[in-house]
């Protein structure tokens, strides 16, 4: 049983090495070499979890990327009766919770995407999946919220959602474009400022 928890930790260590290598220098910057020396590991040892560097970024999306978005995002929303409270809870923790690289190297999802999925399918699929199951979760939120009475039963959820996660995804680009959370600061206020105007 120790054996397995080791080779978990060992794994574990290789994926946010990976993660933090590909959200500073993206995926086709980093190496193998570098995650090795980050982590003291040795190519046996690498190989023994991975069988490529590709699946490793394979496993980085399905698993951190995923996993992140899942906390961040589902996990929040389903503790808030009102999806218009909780949406702009989770628009005030991303920030604190990725700190100041929120606002140097931008948005770990967005940044990936617009690297790899033009390049490599694979990649494109699972991104995709990402966002695809980020728009179900607030649409769903949002459809929620309008049968307790808390959104309005004229507006679509599914519309609606896919308008708030390419606003908050444009401003994070703009933010990491100006090195400055003020410009985070500025549109989170304004998407605010629409998600109020959902409310019954």
Not at 19 to 46: E, P, V
Not at 53 to 79: C, H
Not at 167 to 190: D, F, L, R, V
Request: charged share 20%; glycine share 8%; hydrophobic share 40%.
């Amino acid at each position: 049983m120790a054996i397995k928890r080791n080779s978990d930790a060992t794994r574990r260590r290789i994926l946010d090495a990976a993660f933090a290598g590909i959200y500073k220098h993206g995926y086709q910057a980093t190496s193998i070499d570098a995650i090795l020396k980050t982590t003291g590991l040795t190519k046996g040892g690498f190989y023994h979890h991975f069988k490529s560097k590709k699946a490793l970024g394979q496993a980085v999306i399905d698993e951190v990327l995923s996993g992140t978005f899942e906390l961040l995002w589902v996990r929040t929303l389903e503790q808030y009766p009102d999806p218009i409270e909780g949406i702009k809870a989770v628009l005030r923790l991303v920030p604190a919770t990725i700190g100041q690289n929120f606002a140097e190297l931008g948005c770990p999802l967005n940044n990936l995407s617009q690297e790899m999925s033009p390049i490599d399918e694979d990649f494109r699929t699972r991104l995709n999946a990402i966002f695809h199951k980020w728009i179900d979760t607030v649409a769903d939120a949002l459809k929620r919220g309008q049968q307790n009475g808390c959104v309005l039963p004229g507006i679509d959820p599914q519309g609606a959602a896919i308008f708030i996660i390419a606003a908050y995804e444009g401003a994070i680009s703009m933010t990491k474009n100006e090195q400055t959370p003020e410009i985070m600061n500025i549109c989170a206020s304004q998407i605010e400022l629409y998600l109020e105007g959902l409310r019954v």
